[in-house]
């Protein structure tokens, strides 16, 4: 019972640390405005970021209509190697837009902009991550229900056992 005690403690301690954690990171992040120049009918993929799974906010300004796509890692792939068009959110002939989408897992995301105008475009870009990050939140809830239950059986169990003798 001793060693069921100590992993329930384990955990419990394991659980509470990664939900502190999670709460502490669970602030808005800003990612630094973005400013491109886009020349007529061109393709502009951002570099790829590591984003976890969290609500975005995208702001985008443009003097003309510009079409907007938020590529997943497997998107990111096919446009690179192939350039075949595989996105997880598509904005068509937006001049100013403000969108807030859910990312469901954590990895790698990239956002690709298309100019299909005559016009060389201005471009402004601001992402904001916020909400908790629902993996590490499931996992630190997980843990700290885990070592409750581990606390909780190590301190039943001896009663159990001492009665059925």
Same mark, same amino acid.
């Given at each position: 019972?001793?060693?069921?005690? @100590?992993? %329930? ?25 973005? $400013? ?9 993929? =951002? ?9 975005? $906010? ?19 792939? +096919?446009?690179?190697?192939? $350039? ?6 598509? =904005? ?13 897992? @954590? %990895? ?8 299909? #105008? ?11 991550? !916020? ?6 939140? #499931?996992?630190?809830? +997980? ?11 190590? $301190?039943?169990?001896? @009663? !159990?056992?001492?009665? %059925?003798?």
């Amino acid at each position: 019972m001793r060693k069921l005690l @100590r992993l %329930g403690v384990i955990f419990l301690v394991i659980g509470l640390s990664l939900l502190l954690t999670t709460a502490l990171r669970g602030s808005p992040i800003y990612i630094q405005p973005i $400013k491109l120049t886009i020349t007529p009918h061109e393709w502009v993929m =951002l570099n790829p970021q590591l984003w976890m799974p969290r609500s975005i $906010k995208l702001s985008l300004f443009s003097i003309s209509e510009i079409d907007v796509y938020i590529l997943d890692e497997y998107g990111i792939n +096919a446009w690179c190697e192939e $350039k075949r068009l595989t996105s997880i959110f598509t =904005l068509n002939g937006v001049k100013q837009s403000t969108l807030e989408l859910q990312l469901n897992e @954590r %990895g790698k995301y990239a956002i690709l902009i298309h100019n299909p #105008s005559d016009l060389h475009l201005d471009v402004y870009i601001s992402i904001t991550l !916020y909400m908790l990050e629902k993996d590490l939140l #499931s996992a630190s809830i +997980a843990l700290t229900t885990m070592g409750i239950i581990a606390i909780i059986t190590s $301190k039943i169990l001896p @009663r !159990y056992a001492t009665r %059925g003798m």
